[in-house]
């Protein structure tokens, strides 16, 4: 599996035979804290690539840096070859790099169709003066209405599509904001922990939608920070401790990675501390 | 007694409630629909009656000139004010509005501005000009208590009219899919950026449309009257957001309704206190309390509206039930 994907040994920042993402010396600092600090890294095209780590590794904020959400203070990325840094969080998506949120962000109080709608690109009537004429627009409106639809249909959403986006449950909004990420017809889908807060049934439903944009060619980064739950799923896994890159590589491989089993339980759990020795210390 | 209920119904129909209605639009979309916080409608409204008038009056322009000019200066408010503050969470949107708009007032009332503006005492005499496009023959028109001038009926029917075409295009625009994406900016930026959408661009846009109609109404405002720096205060800009959230901030027609039954309560309220005290009903007010008692019915009344309709008159109440 390796090297289906990799060029050479699973180390941190090996490169890939086809990679969509390539970043370069990212970094970015919160005061005193080195929140991210990535040296070189690669996502392979066309896989479904998890990004994990115990909570404060940075993933979140490195997510928001490649999204053009948060600049950092040093360090560039190429999309698919163009350069990315610098970009626009809007153009980042337009580019075909779409993102989703940690916390879920329906559009409340506008209906699950009008937030599928609102995804989609190249509506004429998004411009101010094309929308005072209807006629402008309404052939685009009922292509995307069609698709949103069939998206809809495939999240089993369709039933709610008139109802308020506030009205669904949590894991129903994390179903609406992936099939709206779709409306935008991505090439990568980056999904910031897509299975937080989901009850355990719908986490299968969810699983199952993220290998469907594999299949559908799409490359998929998305951040959890439970290990098993990206085993099943992912092709790749990157693991991130304290800002950094510290083990890449197959699923499997990177489960037994000493290096990763430090970062998630502490570099010192398998040195016994020893009954007698906190009993004094107290 | 009848003319008491003439003054309220004449004040429903005022050219200057269609003003107030218009202002309102403005706000309505801006906060109704893209959540943006404009405390400063009433600066808006004050380069409207300030630009008309003294492009009328110092730069001799003609009418459709002057309205041009103070749109043009409008925008550029709008433009400057945004800059700063759309990139920012929507509180500061409010501290910028609120103080340009006091600062304008101070700068247009200072004795040093006197030879443009007035100074204190204002302006007047630009209006000629409007009222020479008035096609209605002169004479007296109306029947029993409403009984108007053809300048009266004029200034009635172009605000009017002018009332219903804002609210066409309130209405057109926020059903087109750019009001989707205003509407989405006000529920979340954030996921409206994800989308591929340019968050800044939208919200520019809709911070000037929303003030080029406080422009108008500004324009509509003064042509009856004169342009007088105390009217520009920050209570302008509360009347009208009190309007707004009396008929409901989210509602194309909500502004509009609002401006009338604010005018209507508040000529209403007046007017019956005042026959009140006339007639030893009322013995523990003065007349010259009524006044002030006025507003505290108005507000009275803004308060149990809030309580037990907060959504205002035409809001949906199903979009309440998701603020938690």
Known sequence: MANEIAKGPSVPGVAKHDPILVVDNVRKQFGGLVAVDVEHLEIPRGMITALIGPNGAGKTTFFNLLTGFDSPDSGSWTFDGVKLSGVPSYKVARMGMVRTFQLTKSLNLLSVLENMRLGAQKQPGESIWAALFKPLWAKNEKAITERAEELLTRFKLDTKSGDFAASLSGGQRKLLEMARALMTQPRMVMLDEPMAGVNPALTQSLLEHVRGLKDEGMSVLFVEHDMHMVRNISDWVIVMAEGKVVAEGPPNEVMKNPAVIDAYLGAHHDSDLGADKIAKGN | ?324
Do not use: C
Request: proline fraction near 3%; aromatic fraction near 12%.
């Open chain 2, 1 to 324: 007694m009848d003319l008491i209920f003439s003054n309220a119904v004449n004040a429903l129909f005022d050219p200057m409630t269609a003003a107030y209605a218009i202002a309102a639009i403005g706000i309505a979309l801006h906060f109704g629909f893209t959540g943006l916080l404009n405390f400063g409608q009433a600066s808006f409204m004050a380069v409207g009656a300030y630009g008309f008038a003294i492009a009328t009056i110092s730069f001799h322009l003609p009418f459709w000139g002057a309205v041009a000019v103070s749109l043009g200066l409008s925008a550029l408010l709008a433009f400057l004010l945004g800059i700063p503050t759309l990139r920012l969470r929507s509180d500061y949107l409010a501290i910028v509005t609120i103080a340009a708009s006091e600062m304008l007032r101070y700068v247009v009332s200072t004795t040093s501005a006197q030879p443009l503006t007035g100074g204190p005492q204002g302006l007047n005499n630009y209006s000629t000009e409007f009222y020479g496009l008035n096609p209605i023959p002169a004479g007296t028109y109306g029947f029993w208590n409403f009984t108007y001038s053809e300048r009266d009926v004029f200034i009635r029917v172009v605000s009017w009219s002018l009332v219903i075409v804002f609210a066409i295009l309130l209405a057109i625009l926020v059903r087109s899919p750019w009001g989707r994406v205003i509407k989405g900016i006000r529920e979340d930026e954030d996921a409206v950026r994800s989308l591929g959408k340019n968050v800044y661009a939208y919200k520019m846009q809709s911070l000037i449309v929303g003030g080029l109609m406080g422009t108008i109404a500004g324009i509509l405002f003064v042509i009856p009257r004169s342009v007088q720096p105390g009217n520009y205060g920050t209570q302008l800009t509360f009347f009208l957001w009190t309007m707004l959230l009396l008929g409901g901030a989210s509602t194309v027609i909500g502004s509009v309704i609002g401006a009338m039954i604010f005018w209507g309560l508040l000529s209403l309220s007046d007017d019956l206190l005042r026959a009140g005290v006339d007639n030893g009903v009322i013995t523990f007010l003065t007349n010259d309390q009524v006044g002030t008692i006025r507003f505290m019915i108005v507000g009275l009344g803004l308060m149990l509206l809030v309580i037990f309709r907060p959504q205002g008159i035409f809001g949906n109440k199903k979009e309440l039930q998701f603020n938690g």
